[in-house]
């Protein structure tokens, strides 16, 4: 065995990181792009937002959820009726879960009967939200305990699980939250105590100079009370909701279709002014060379997203072209593949893959997944045009529907029956459709 050395040239095709990270925000949906875009802008500072669009699914922005600039001595109610006009259709709750729930984590051999019902009193006395707003006082008067006894009783119901209930206001029930999670004392805990008001108005700037901290720790900041709750009564709704957010729409008007998306808050997201003035201005070679590379960030994110956006909307109009009449609800789903749509818009098939990959789409008669509107079609003989599978079922459907229940349909039979009408499947995808469709074999059906 001879050793040797040799020059062997050989080509390769090998992604780059940025290519990579592109074909990923191309895969993303609506609720992924937007986290992508939150979690960017908390480390980019050359990466601002206006906030002045929603998505109707994401979580809202932190200066929408506490947009009150109210002093909190105040009665809470206000506060409380104007984010239910925001927040709509929240389930009301069942007063008896919630006593359940609350006093269920208490011993009831340590309390006396007297005590009991002034427990069941003070959650009886919470609103909507999960505050204890009513006067001590009052509470004491009504029930004939002392007020100390009053006290005792609600800072024992304080520290009850979801953390933050019967806090007497925001500020306190987001405290109360950060104290279980062991952060008395932290720059988050410091925003809450002393600038939970410019959070609310969006002041970053303000927030950034009172407490010395840089503003990318106060988006931090701000991005973990976004996380918490502000409204602890929440964990006792009755059910929960669901909701699919459509990243494509297609409308008709006119007889014309048109496909949009559905991204418009896109556009709150733009470079900072500020900053991009201070990185031309500065003096400072390395403040310079680590603005450019934010900048560049940026520059590359938008135009990925960018790309994204008309990449998705070329293929939409591709289906929705092919696929215009089962959207009119006239007809099936025509046979129409990745590699169909790919061709006929010359791009790879696996582009298409991943742009449709978790996309949703709403028309005039519903919402589906995108991947939904692809089907593969089936031979057919005798020059007629290839049929869709869910053209063949419902075939299937409609012969077993009809048949002799005495004597029914076997497999071979409808495959020959199918045969007739120029529908070529084996006797197997009978047997698979007619699974699918739930239909039970010949002898499970004979009468």
């Known amino acids: 065995m001879e050793l040797g050395y040799g020059v062997l ?23 992924e792009l937007n986290q992508f875009l939150q979690n960017e802008y908390l480390e980019n500072p050359l990466l601002d937002c206006s906030g002045t669009h929603s998505m109707g699914h994401k979580r809202e922005e932190i200066n929408k959820t506490y947009e009150h600039t109210v002093t909190y001595e105040r009665n809470y109610e206000e506060m409380i009726e104007a984010e239910d006009k925001r927040r709509k259709d929240i389930p009301m709750q069942d007063q008896d879960q919630v006593r359940n729930f609350l006093l269920y984590q208490l011993p009831r051999e340590a309390f006396s009967l007297e005590q009991w019902a002034l427990l069941e009193y003070l959650v009886d006395c919470l609103d909507d939200t999960g505050f204890f707003t009513a006067p001590l006082h009052e509470v004491a008067e009504k029930t004939g305990m002392p007020l100390e006894e009053v006290r005792a009783a609600l800072a024992r119901l304080q520290e009850l699980e979801p953390y933050g209930i019967f806090a007497p206001d925001l500020k306190h029930c987001l405290l109360k ?37 840089p ?43 048109e496909a949009e998306l559905n991204d418009d808050w896109i556009e709150d997201y733009h470079i900072n002014d500020y900053y991009l003035r201070m990185m031309k201005e500065s003096g400072d070679r390395e ?37 215009q009449d089962y ?16 061709g006929e818009i010359g791009i790879h098939t ?65 495959m020959n029956i199918l045969k007739e009408k120029q529908i070529a499947i084996s006797r197997r995808a009978v047997a698979k459709y007619r699974e699918e469709l739930g239909i039970k074999g010949s002898f499970a059906r004979k009468a």
């Not at 502000?230 to 990243?247: C, H, L, N, T, W």
């Not at 403040?287 to 790309?307: C, D, G, H």
């Open 287 to 323: 403040l310079t060379e680590y603005f450019r590379m934010k900048l560049e960030r940026v520059r590359f994110v938008m135009n990925s997203i960018a790309q994204r956006r008309q990449t998705m909307l070329t293929i939409s109009r591709a289906v929705m072209k092919r696929q």
């Open 215 to 257: 503003t990318v720790e106060v988006r931090k900041c701000i991005e973990q009370i976004a996380k918490l709750n502000p409204r602890p009564m929440s964990e006792f709704a009755q059910g929960k909701s669901d909701y699919i957010v459509p990243d494509i729409i297609f409308r008709e008007e006119r007889g014309r279709w």
């Open 327 to 342: 959207l009119d609800g006239k007809t099936w789903l025509q046979p129409m593949t990745m590699t169909d749509v790919a």
């Open 350 to 414: 696996s582009t298409v893959s991943r742009a449709i990959k978790g996309k949703y789409i709403q028309y005039p008669r519903g919402t589906m997944a995108m991947k939904d509107l692809f089907t593969t079609s089936v031979a057919s003989s005798g020059g007629k045009k290839n049929v869709g599978v869910m053209q063949v079922k419902e075939t299937i459907r409609e012969l077993i529907a009809g048949e002799d229940k005495h004597k029914p349909y076997s497999d071979q039979e409808i």
């Open 9 to 31: 040239l050989e080509q390769k095709q090998q992604l780059s990181q940025s290519q990579i990270q592109s074909l990923e925000i191309l895969a993303m949906d609506g609720v």
């Open 177 to 213: 939250q950060l104290e279980k999670k062991n952060l008395q004392g932290t720059v988050l805990w410091k925003v809450v105590e002393e600038r939970l008001q410019d959070v609310a108005d969006g002041r970053i700037s303000n927030i950034s100079r009172s407490l010395k901290i």
